[in-house]
């Protein structure tokens, strides 16, 4: 009697579900956007390697991979753009420097002005007072205000000082006005005492010696 034959198992076919996308693709992405950001583009270049690696070995279950390249180019691109960075920092930087100085050099003349005016003013309303060495006296009296009250103005400090009784009538003041931080908020100290004659010195050398050493502005 024949033996009946079993029928081979057919095999059931499994259920696929939809790829994922890979979270490092969109991590590697969104550093190389970033790239604003310390080192996120060395992170963007990193995680889009291991997503590509990842989505390769997946066999489609990860998706991503135009992200995971995307944020490649995107990390290399700003790594190769680093020395031009770097070059344009090298040659922007000292010019915004002797900018800025510029500019406090000349707010800084303008304040030394701005006290010999205020002084003037002073001692035509105060004869019997004359010439003061106090900034909050000409602040009170409404003839400076501001950061020139306060002593401080862009990058620079003013002070009077040698308000010494003279021979006759009237009194003497100076005025100073010497950069902060030499060599970066101002390369030159400002001087003027009663006369209104306005002199100049470079700030490396004493800031006393402006009046007597100091060579005459227009």
Known sequence: MPVASIPAAIPVPQTIGPAET??????????????????AFIAAVVFGHIALSEIKRSAGRLKGEGLAIAG??????????????LIIAAIAIPN?????????EASALAGVRTLIAAEISYTAEHPEA???????????????????AAGQRNGY????????????????????????????????????????????????????????NGSLLQ
Do not use: H
């Not at 890979?22 to 080192?39: E, Q, R």
């Not at 490649?72 to 960075?85: E, N």
């Open 72 to 85: 490649l180019v995107l990390g290399y691109l700003w790594i190769a753009g680093i020395p031009i960075i």
């Open 130 to 148: 004359g010439f003061t060495c106090s900034l909050s006296d000409l602040s009170r009296s409404q003839l400076i205000s501001g950061q020139l």
């Open 22 to 39: 890979s979270g490092k693709a969109i991590t590697s992405l969104i550093c190389g956007l970033l790239f604003f950001v310390p080192f």
């Open 96 to 104: 915004l420097l002797r900018a800025r100085i510029v500019a406090n």
């Open 157 to 212: 400090r003013f002070e009077l000082q040698g308000c010494a009784a003279a021979i006759g009538p009237g009194q003497k003041f100076e005025v100073m006005a010497y950069p902060l931080v030499k060599n970066q908020t101002g390369v030159r100290t400002f001087c003027a005492d009663e006369s209104g004659v306005i002199k100049a010195m470079d700030a490396a050398r004493s800031a006393d010696a402006c009046l007597e």
